[in-house]
């Protein structure tokens, strides 16, 4: 078991608790404990936190529950190895004053010691879970900009016909997006409820962070979900670019096979082996059926031409002032 304790509104590392403690009621002057499953012992008789932690390694959206010894819930923490994506789920058990982290040690320690390194103002516990939870989502806005300019990019690619693309990145960034929009509706639920909570549990300054948060997780799902449509958008136009490669490779085997079809039938007629067939035995008989067979591929081509069947592909589809005027609706809904 690792702890900290609060010290003129900061916190700092303690010393080792007595690893037999396992409820954050006995945790007397050290009000953040951080233990695995193995080390926490749930109270007695307390069926909310003993169900949350049944949850544990099931669930996978933050949520809050009232409980007996205060507000037990599912925290989402940064893991150390995907840098800002929310992977690490641990259960918090928030107390008047006293704040336990059960599962995920290693980046339970990382999050507390990166705000006691950066001296941040934490005068209770539960402003250290308001700031566990906004340090879950402090590097999503940079990633979702990141995001919304490989978008920009494949899409204007699409829009000037080049047939390939960075299939990895398109498809990278689309993964970067799965589970965001049950991550931030659960985070802004919780914010919710813990800023309504209706005894001295949070106080009336914590009550003002958690209300911050909950306006920043609402404004990241806005930005997420008009990502997730622009995603769409650019599944299709890749999908239309295939299918117009498709179409021409099929229409130059219909124009091609249209085009050989009368030849076909003229050498094969004069194929037969018939001794009374015309032009056979005349000195330019040979040199008329040529001439006819290039005057039929001639009159096709020309028929082929002036239909537009000879235009494989099209132009560059660029359309600048819709790409502009689509930057500039994204570059405004980036200042969230």
Not at 27 to 51: H, K, L, W, Y
Not at 150 to 169: C, H, N, S, T
Not at 192 to 197: G, Q, T
Request: net charge neutral; aromatic share 6%.
């Amino acid at each position: 078991m690792k702890t900290f304790q609060l010290k003129d509104g900061r916190i700092v590392r303690a010393a080792a608790a007595d690893p037999g403690r396992g409820c954050a009621a006995d945790a007397g002057p050290f009000p953040i404990q951080v233990m695995d499953e193995s080390e926490f012992i749930p109270p007695a008789g307390d069926r909310v936190v003993r169900e949350v932690l049944r949850q544990l390694p099931h669930a996978s959206v933050p949520f809050a529950e009232r409980a007996p010894e205060g507000v037990v819930g599912l925290l989402a923490l940064p893991a150390p190895e995907r840098g800002g994506l929310a992977q690490a789920r641990v259960l918090f058990v928030l107390g008047r004053d006293s704040l336990s982290l059960v599962g995920k040690p290693e980046a339970c320690m990382r999050a507390l010691g990166d705000l006691a390194e950066e001296s941040v103002p934490v005068p209770h516990a539960a402003s250290v879970l308001c700031e566990l939870m906004h340090r879950t989502v402090r590097d999503h806005p940079a990633m979702l900009s990141e995001v919304r300019r490989d978008f920009e990019l494949l899409e204007e690619r699409l829009l000037e016909g080049r047939g390939r693309i960075d299939r990895a990145l398109l498809m990278s960034d689309s993964r970067r997006l799965l589970g965001l929009d049950a991550l931030y509706q659960g985070m802004s639920d919780m914010a919710s409820e813990l800023a309504d909570e209706g005894d001295d549990l949070v106080g009336e300054a914590d009550r003002q962070r958690f209300r911050a948060l909950g306006r920043q997780l609402d404004r990241l799902s806005a930005r997420l979900e008009s990502l997730q449509d622009h995603s769409l958008q650019l599944h299709s136009l890749y999908q239309e670019g295939i299918d117009i490669r498709q179409n021409s490779v099929m229409q130059w085997l219909t124009v091609i096979a249209t085009i050989f079809m009368p030849l076909t039938f003229i050498t094969s007629w004069y194929g037969m082996n018939f001794p009374n067939m015309g032009m056979t035995r005349v000195p330019w008989g040979y040199v008329l059926v040529i001439a006819v067979c290039a005057l039929v591929a001639a009159l096709e081509v020309l028929f082929f031409h002036r239909r537009g069947w000879l235009h494989f592909g099209g132009g560059k589809r660029v359309r600048s002032g819709t790409r502009r005027g689509r930057r500039g609706r994204s570059e405004r809904s980036d200042l969230w």
